[in-house]
């Protein structure tokens, strides 16, 4: 199973700021990585897909990047509507299709 | 603009099936992928099993045993099936697209339904 991870957990930071979350995979995986965006109560929402590729409808401030193993989402000026919890998904292995386990963004 | 939508008992008992129907509106279920993915609460995401509209299928190892996911066209719509359930499968079950390629750079899940809470419970 390829295996994935996050860092940080969590993080605390202000409106106007530049976020930047990491995500890693225990193999390569190319460019198989998508981005989503969840807030309470709702279902993930699909910001980033195949690695940097933005999801149609999904505002410019987000974007990502990285290939092989190692990955980041970067938030370049966050705004009060991006405090959620983002997930990173591996698409490579396509018999079973693993997430990380989430970064909480919230109000500094 | 495709919808998503999950129905199906939110409290099912120990020991029995867990049944959800995910109806697909504002366009077909011809020609993708279609998965369902849970949420335990305050939990990640895990991927449970998908379907081709053709009705091929592949699940979650890990689930793969109780899991069976089906698919009818004429209604354009895809259901689960969990047996022998436990505690341990209280989640939020969500239903997806999965765009998905061979040969292609693709895998992910857009759009998804709202979610159902199912709480396996006595």
């Known amino acids: 199973d390829i295996q994935m991870t996050q860092s940080p957990s969590s993080l605390s930071a202000s409106v106007g700021d530049r976020v930047t979350i990491t995500c890693r995979a225990s193999?390569?995986?190319?460019?198989?990585l998508n981005w989503y965006q969840q807030k309470p109560g709702k279902a993930p929402k699909l910001l980033i897909y195949?690695?940097?590729s933005l999801q149609s409808g999904v505002p410019s401030r987000f974007s990502g990047s990285g290939s092989g193993t190692d990955f980041t989402l970067t938030i370049s000026s966050l705004q009060p509507e991006d405090f959620a919890t983002y997930y990173c998904?591996?698409?490579?292995?396509?018999?079973?299709?693993?997430f990380g386990p989430g970064t909480k963004v919230d109000i500094k | 603009q495709v919808q998503l939508q999950e129905s199906g008992p939110g409290l099912v008992k120990p020991s029995e099936t867990l049944s959800l129907t995910c109806t697909v509106s504002?366009?077909?279920?011809?020609?993708?992928?279609w998965s369902w993915i849970r949420q335990p609460p305050g939990k990640g995401l895990e991927w449970i099993g998908y379907?081709?509209?053709?009705?091929?299928?592949n699940y979650n190892p890990s689930l793969k045993s109780r899991v069976t996911i089906s698919v009818d066209t004429s209604k354009n719509q895809f259901s689960l099936k969990l047996s022998s359930v436990t505690a341990a499968d209280t989640a939020v079950y969500y239903c997806?697209?999965?765009?998905?390629?061979?040969?292609?750079?693709?895998?992910?899940?857009?759009?998804w339904g709202q979610g159902t809470l199912v709480t396996v419970s006595s």
């Open positions: 997806a697209r999965h765009i998905l390629r061979v040969g292609a750079t693709t895998g992910w899940f857009d759009p």
């Open positions: 504002g366009g077909s279920i011809s020609s993708y992928y």
């Open positions: 379907i081709y509209y053709s009705g091929s299928t």
């Open positions: 193999q390569s995986i190319s460019s198989y």
């Open positions: 195949a690695a940097s």
């Open positions: 998904q591996q698409s490579y292995s396509t018999l079973l299709f693993t």
